[in-house]
C-alpha cells in the first residue's frame, strides 16, 4: 500500500529529475491550441474527404433544430420534448455542460436520467412508465414539458490536513411543475452534465483486451481498486458489447452515444434510434408532426458521427514546468493512476485511420469504480451499480475554464474546482482522497498544477 506523500519526499521529487510529462496526450491526434477553441479542432492526418465531412457534421452539431414541418427539411424535427435545440446546447464549443447558477435557469448541460428498480428490454435500466429514461424540460409549443429541474445545495465544511479549510457542496434536485403527474414513489433520478467531446474516437480505438486487462473485480491484487468492464447493449450489433461512453459506461461505441443523444437530448430520431421519446400517456407529444423517418437522414448523421469521433485532443501545456512533472509524480505516488491510467496504444480505427496505433494519454481505464456513498445515485445502469462510475477522461481538464468559463466537476457539476473534485472521492478512491488531504500545500498546489496543464 502506497504512504501519502510527505513534505521531505515532495521536495526529494522535485530536487532528483522526475519523469518529463507526456507532451502529445492524443498522440499524433493532438494540437497545440490553449484557447477557448481547443476542444473544437480536427484531428491533424485527416484526409481531405473526412475534413470536409467533419465541418459539414460541425454544422450540424452546432445549429439549432427546428419544429417540423419547416422550410429547412433538413433540420426540423425538434422535439417534441427536448433538453436542447443543439448538440452544442449541452457541449457548448464541445466542451463541459454545467448545473443551472440559478433557479429557472434551463439550457446549460444538466439532464437526469430516470428509471425503476429492474431491467429494461435492453438489458438496462427499466424506464419511467411516464416520463421514459430521461426528464426532458423544454417542449415544443402546445406540447406541456415534462417538468423543472430545481437544484439545491448544503454547504459541509472541513479542513485539510495542513489546516487548509474547504467546503464541498451536497446537492439535492427537486422536480417541478410536472406535466404528466407525479413521479412513482420508487423512481430512480440520476444527474449528468454533459462532459466534453475530445478524444472520442481514440478512445473507441482502443483494443478491448487494453481495457479488460485493467479490470480486477475481485480486488486480486489487494490495492483496493477492482475496476471492471460494463457491458451494455449494442443496438448496432444487436448483441452486448463492452461499454466505453457515458458517465456510466452505458453507451459502446460513439455511433449509438451521438444517436442516444439526438433522441434523448434533441428529440431527433436517427435510424438507429427511430421512435420518438413519448409514452403512451402523452397524447400531445405522439400527435406532433415529425420530421421525417428518420428525422436526420444516415448521410447526414454519420458526419456527425465522424464530427464527435475526430475531436483532437490538446497537448499538455507547460511540459518544461518543475511544478508540472513534480505534480505528475504526486498523482502517482497518492494513487490516481491506479484508474486514471496514463497510456494506452490504440488499434485500428475502422473509419478514421488517423486514429489508429497512437500512444495516448487519456488518464482513464474506461472501468467502472465505486466511488462511495456520497457520490452514489442508487440509479444501476446496465451493469454498473448505483455507487459505481466510469473514470471520466483528464486529457483537457484544465482547458475547461477557457473553453466553457466555468470550473464545475464531477458527474453532476458539483464540485468548484479540481480540489473538490478530488475531496468528493469515496469507496475506491477513498486512499488516494486521503492522501490528498494530507499532503503538504506545495505538494498539492504540484499536483493541481500538473492537472491544470493536461
Not at 454545467?98 to 438489458?123: A, K
Not at 427511430?274 to 408532426?289: I, V
Not at 440509479?379 to 482547458?399: H, Q, V
Request: some cysteine; aromatic content about 8%; charged content about 20%.
Amino acid at each position: 500500500m502506497r504512504r501519502p506523500l510527505t513534505l521531505a519526499a515532495f521536495f526529494l521529487a522535485v530536487a532528483c529529475e522526475a519523469p518529463a510529462p507526456p507532451v502529445l496526450l492524443g498522440g499524433q491526434a493532438s494540437i497545440f491550441d490553449r484557447t477557448s477553441n481547443a476542444f473544437s479542432q480536427p484531428a491533424p492526418g485527416l484526409d481531405r474527404d473526412s475534413e470536409l465531412l467533419f465541418f459539414v457534421g460541425n454544422s450540424f452539431f452546432n445549429q439549432n433544430w427546428v419544429m417540423a414541418p419547416a422550410s429547412t427539411e433538413a433540420r426540423d424535427g425538434l422535439g417534441p420534448f427536448f433538453n436542447a435545440r443543439s448538440c452544442a446546447g449541452c457541449h457548448l464549443r464541445d466542451g463541459r455542460g454545467r448545473p443551472p447558477e440559478h433557479d429557472g435557469e434551463v439550457g446549460t448541460g444538466l439532464l437526469l436520467r430516470l428509471g425503476l428498480p429492474g431491467v429494461g428490454s435492453d438489458g438496462g435500466n427499466a424506464a419511467h412508465p411516464v416520463y421514459g429514461g430521461q426528464l426532458q424540460d423544454q417542449a415544443v409549443p402546445n406540447v406541456p414539458s415534462e417538468g423543472r429541474i430545481v437544484v439545491e445545495y448544503e454547504e459541509r465544511q472541513g479542513t485539510l490536513a495542513d489546516g487548509t479549510p474547504y467546503s464541498l457542496r451536497q446537492p439535492t434536485y427537486r422536480l417541478n411543475e410536472l406535466g404528466y403527474g407525479v413521479l412513482a414513489a420508487d423512481v430512480l433520478v440520476s444527474p449528468r452534465v454533459a462532459p466534453q467531446m475530445i478524444g472520442m474516437g481514440l478512445l473507441e480505438a482502443l483494443p478491448e483486451e487494453q481495457i479488460v486487462a485493467r479490470a480486477d473485480p475481485l480486488d486480486a491484487d489487494g490495492d483496493g481498486i477492482s475496476g471492471r468492464p460494463n457491458r451494455v447493449w449494442d443496438a448496432t450489433l444487436g448483441a452486448p458489447a463492452l461499454g466505453r461512453f457515458g458517465w456510466k459506461a452505458n453507451q459502446p461505441s460513439v455511433r449509438q452515444q451521438v444517436a442516444g443523444a439526438f433522441v434523448g437530448d434533441i428529440g431527433i430520431t436517427t435510424s438507429l434510434f427511430a421512435a420518438e421519446d413519448c409514452s403512451e400517456s402523452q397524447e400531445l407529444c405522439r400527435a406532433t408532426p415529425s420530421g421525417g423517418s428518420p428525422e436526420i437522414a444516415d448521410d447526414d448523421f454519420d458526419k456527425v458521427v465522424l464530427y464527435a469521433s475526430s475531436l483532437a485532443v490538446p497537448a499538455l501545456r507547460d511540459p518544461d514546468d518543475a511544478e508540472v512533472a513534480a505534480g505528475m509524480r504526486v498523482f502517482d505516488e497518492i494513487g490516481c493512476a491506479a484508474c486514471h491510467a496514463p497510456t494506452f496504444v490504440t488499434g485500428s480505427h475502422p473509419t478514421i485511420p488517423a486514429l489508429s496505433n497512437q500512444t495516448i494519454h487519456p488518464f482513464t481505464d474506461l472501468l467502472l469504480h465505486d466511488m462511495g456513498p456520497d457520490l452514489a445515485d442508487g440509479r444501476p445502469d446496465f451493469e454498473a451499480s448505483g455507487t459505481e462510475w466510469r473514470t471520466p477522461p483528464l486529457w483537457g481538464i484544465g482547458l475547461v475554464p477557457t473553453v466553457n468559463r466555468h470550473a464545475y466537476y464531477l458527474h453532476d457539476g458539483r464540485a468548484r474546482g479540481l480540489t473538490e473534485a478530488v475531496l468528493w472521492h469515496g469507496g475506491e478512491g477513498q486512499a488516494s482522497r486521503d492522501r490528498f488531504a494530507a499532503l503538504s500545500g506545495e505538494a498539492r498546489a504540484a499536483l493541481l498544477r500538473f492537472l491544470e496543464s493536461l
